[in-house]
């Protein structure tokens, strides 16, 4: 599905993200984890587009029917269109819009449009009874699954989500977890997580990598030992 391959990626000339291999497989999920300025921001940016990658590292994206295209020059609306879709590291939404104004920002000009609000409403009940208020009254746990609900209204494949359960209160972020596992055992969509949160990642997960100062420091499958060797290469 995403396939990275000496990606190297910063800010001006200076590299924040360095050499990294990274593949995320059809219907897989898979984790990054890492302190506070290793670098996954960083590099979810480069995936998405918001960047440009430096040197010759690649991006490679499949489509539907398993192609893989080298997309590393393209603009982040091609690789949106392609099939991905990435919710940011901070709860953003349209803070003065509502939120079904918000969802139909993504929905109108779709087919599907309505049934596919509909369908978020299913997978985030919470959301029914706030459609009508603004999304910056909204709760950071509700904001959180507006914005999700938003990326999933253009029907990606790869969903790309930056640190989804920060600063959300331990009920909201169960409620955000069940909601990504089951999305994902539902198949028909890939997931790039980074996240902080160990027991979430590992639990949401088939694989990970841990990122420090920039570079891949560990990575594996989750399941038994994971979560060790994920702390040593944290060293916490
Ligand atoms: N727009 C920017 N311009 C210049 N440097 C930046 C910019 N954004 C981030 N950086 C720097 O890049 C490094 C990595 O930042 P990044 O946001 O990718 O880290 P992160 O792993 O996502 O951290 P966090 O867990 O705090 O979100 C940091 O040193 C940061 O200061
Ligand atoms: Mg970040």
Redesign the pocket.
């Known amino acids: 599905m995403l396939r990275l391959r000496e990606l190297t990626c910063?800010?001006?000339r200076?590299a924040?993200v360095h050499g990294i291999d990274l593949d995320v497989g059809v219907d897989e999920v898979v984790a990054v984890m890492?302190?506070?300025?290793?670098?996954?921001?960083?590099?979810l940016r480069a995936v998405v587009g918001l960047i440009p990658a430096m040197g010759r590292g690649t991006i490679e994206f499949a489509d539907a029917a398993g192609n893989w295209t080298d997309v590393t020059g393209r603009p982040a609306n091609r690789r949106v269109r392609s099939g991905m879709a990435y919710v940011p590291?901070g709860q953003q939404c349209f803070a003065h819009l509502t939120c079904a104004e918000n969802l139909r920002l993504v929905a109108d000009g779709r087919k599907r449009g309505k049934a596919l609000i509909d369908e978020q409403l299913d997978l985030f009940p919470a959301l029914r009874g706030l459609l009508t208020r603004q999304a910056g009254l909204l709760s950071g746990g509700q904001r959180q699954q507006l914005a999700i609900a938003r990326a999933l209204i253009g029907e990606p494949r790869l969903l790309i989500l930056?640190?989804p359960t920060e600063g959300i209160q331990p009920t909201v972020v169960a409620e955000i977890e069940s909601t990504i596992v089951a999305l994902a055992a539902r198949g028909g969509l890939s997931v790039l997580l980074?996240e902080?949160h160990l027991g979430f990642a590992l639990q949401a997960a088939s694989r990970y990598y841990v990122?420090r100062s920039?570079r891949i420091a560990s990575e594996g499958e989750t399941g038994t030992g994971a979560e060790a060797r994920v702390r040593e290469a944290m060293a916490i």
């Not at 890492?34 to 590099?43: E, F, P, S, V």
């Open positions: 910063g800010y001006g200076s924040v890492g302190h506070n300025g290793a670098g996954k921001t960083t590099l590291q930056d640190e980074v902080q990122l920039g």
